[in-house]
């Protein structure tokens, strides 16, 4: 292990052919009272330069946990386990002040509320010039010349007036935008970004993500995008990965998996987005609630939930496995999924509300000869059925 004092301000690890960042097989578990809360298991990814990774799943899938292990921002009691790389430098093991060099320098996040990752009694100015200052041997004018340089490059007007201001003069979305300015201000090669539009209007939303993207082209910074918002990663990400129970269920890119998902918890996260082809109908979303991490069922933890469950499913858990070409998934039934037209059907529940008219099937799928059979509440083709 590298000590403290080895770890210079300019610290770069010399490995530059390695990945930006390497994650394999990490695994945090919150010993408690109640038992062992298994909050990530075996979670593995690579990024390079100018990648943009989303993580999506329900709140609980162990996306947030995931990120702060990366960051070394866990409390003392998590047992952290596997391989987290910076350019082949290894993190996982060093101590919060051993991480020091690396945070905001190298690997910077921006957290999901910005109120409580400001300090309200200093001005933003103060904050970010300090952020640059942890990093750099410069004087306090040069510092505040940065942190305005950083406001005007996230697009907030008249910087050199706002740096002066305190955060509650800022409204959400700007706010959100000096955070973003925080966790770019020292030039990093990745940034982690946890659900950074969350409780912003859909049009603040698409200028957060603008930023966002415009940053990473002049930066060539590699990002992974943490979130619930399906449609953020439609339009952000170039390779996703989808979490439940602690690990991840599905992987590969964002344009395969959303048209050719091969994991029914996927289909399902997919079937609750409003959709205009669903106009008047109501939502589908999937039935059952998460599991329990202190007590995981076995097999597979998505199969309290899953339409598609069979014996094998409730006996083990399967491993993550090739769907595709760079697509993979922790599913035991996905060649049978991959058959089947229009899969959302299959979280159609008779107590949510089955289709007006299931002829829409039909006129989608016009060269088929299509019948909707309800089965225990769940809509299936006749020939399904058999």
């Not at 709140?59 to 946990?65: D, E, L």
């Not at 350019?87 to 919060?96: F, K, M, P, S």
Request: glycine residues 6%; negative net charge; proline residues 7%.
């Amino acid at each position: 292990m590298t000590s403290v004092s080895e770890l210079s301000e300019d610290f770069l690890p010399s490995n530059t052919t390695a990945p930006l960042l390497s994650v394999k097989d990490l695994s945090v578990t919150f010993p408690t009272d109640d038992g062992d809360v298994r909050a990530v298991r075996n979670v593995s990814f690579d990024l390079n330069p100018g990648d943009v990774l989303g993580i999506v799943g329900e709140s609980g899938s162990g996306k947030s946990v995931s990120s702060m292990a990366i960051m070394g921002l866990l409390p003392k009691n998590a047992i952290i386990e596997g391989s987290i790389r910076y350019r082949g430098e290894e993190l996982n093991g060093r101590t919060y002040k051993q991480m020091q060099p690396f945070r905001s320098k190298h690997i910077s996040m921006i957290f999901q509320d910005p109120m409580t990752s400001l300090n309200p009694v200093y001005t933003v100015g103060w904050q970010l010039a300090e952020t640059y200052r942890a990093h750099h041997n410069v004087s306090k004018k040069a510092a505040w010349a940065k942190a305005v340089e950083a406001l005007e490059l996230v697009g907030i007007p008249q910087p050199d007036k706002r740096a002066a201001q305190y955060p509650h003069e800022f409204s959400g979305g700007m706010r959100q935008r000096v955070v973003i300015a925080m966790a770019i201000i020292n030039d990093p090669s990745v940034i982690i970004a946890d659900e950074p539009t969350t409780a912003l209007d859909v049009t603040v939303q698409a200028q957060i993500l603008d930023t966002m993207l415009r940053i990473q082209t002049e930066t060539d910074a590699a990002i992974v995008m943490i979130t619930h918002d399906l449609g953020v990663v439609a339009g952000m990400v170039n390779r996703v990965q989808v979490m439940y129970g602690g690990t991840v269920v599905e992987s590969g890119p964002v344009d395969d998996v959303f048209e050719r998902p091969r994991m029914p918890y996927t289909v399902g996260l997919l079937g609750s987005v409003p959709n205009p082809s669903t106009l008047g109908k109501r939502l589908t979303p999937i039935k059952g609630a998460p599991p329990s991490l202190v007590n995981l069922p076995t097999g597979c933890s998505f199969s309290p939930r899953c339409p598609l469950v069979a014996d094998v499913c409730n006996e083990w858990e399967p491993e993550l496995e090739e769907a595709g070409a760079n697509h993979s998934t922790r599913c035991h039934r996905w060649e049978h999924l991959a058959t089947i037209d229009h899969p959302q059907r299959l979280f159609l529940h008779d107590e949510i509300g089955t289709v007006e008219n299931p002829a829409v099937f039909a006129a989608a799928n016009p060269d088929d000869s299509l019948e909707v059979t309800a089965v225990h509440g769940t809509l299936i083709t006749d020939e399904e059925a058999k």
